[in-house]
Structure formats: C-alpha cells, structure tokens
Nanobody, 124 residues
Framework: QVQLVESGGGLVQAGGSLRLSCAAS????????MGWFRQAPGKEREFVAG????????SYADSVKGRFTISRDNAKNTVYLQMNSLKPEDTAVYYC?????????????????WGKGTLVTVSS
C-alpha cells in the first residue's frame, strides 16, 4: 500500500505562484512513477505533469508547459509541483498519484494510488 498526502494548495492571484507537495509513505518511494493531475469543477480529471522514478525524465500537459515544474526528492519521499504564472483556468483540485509500473502513460487508469487532493484557486 502507498499513502499519498498533498499540501500547499490555496488562494492566489493570477500571475502568482504556488508550490504543491505530496508526501508518500508505504512502499519505497523510488519504486514508483509519480504524477500530478487536476480536476476543475464540472470537468474530468486531467494529467498535469509526470516524473519517472529517478527524476531524470518529466512530461507535461501542453496547458502547463513552461509554467509548471515537477520534481521529486526520493530521500524525503516527496514529489513537488512548482506552479508559476498561474491563470484562473488553473483553478482545480490537484491530486498526486503513483504508478507502480516500470513505465507510465499517465492515464487516470494507469495510476495505482491517489491522494485526496488539495484545492488551488486562482483569482483574476
């Protein structure tokens, strides 16, 4: 089992920044691929960013490229999402998720474990 707990959400003005954290416990953290997803009101949950086991490879949704950065600290069992130049359309509940497979396509159904989410609200 893997437990994931997100933190760092809140209210920010457009153009501002937030840093989300996701602390993991259970299996050794370095054995799973990590991703951030988000779900806006009335919309389906969507992929935001992903990172491989070592942290050497990352991927991003087109909507956040150049603004968001995913990183991980395997010694601290934590994955981060640095969000800059935030826009009102970034408002959503943000979830971290873990995939125990060797590779991941970061589809919702690929992910094996999910956190409960943290709310990010960007005001205009």
């Amino acid at each position: 089992q893997v437990q994931l707990v997100e933190s760092g959400g809140g209210l920010v003005q457009a153009g501002g920044s937030l840093r989300l954290s996701c602390a993991a416990s259970g299996r050794p953290f370095s054995t799973y691929i990590m991703g951030w997803f988000r779900q806006a009101p009335g919309k389906e949950r969507e992929f935001v960013a992903g990172i491989n086991r070592s942290g050497g490879s990352t991927s991003y949704a087109d909507s956040v490229k150049g603004r968001f950065t995913i990183s991980r600290d395997n010694a601290k069992n934590t994955v981060y999402l640095q969000m800059n130049s935030l826009k009102p359309e970034d408002t959503a509940v943000y979830y971290c998720a873990a995939d125990t497979a060797v590779t991941s396509y970061f589809r919702n159904y690929d992910m094996d474990y999910w956190g409960k989410g943290t709310l990010v609200t960007v005001s205009s």
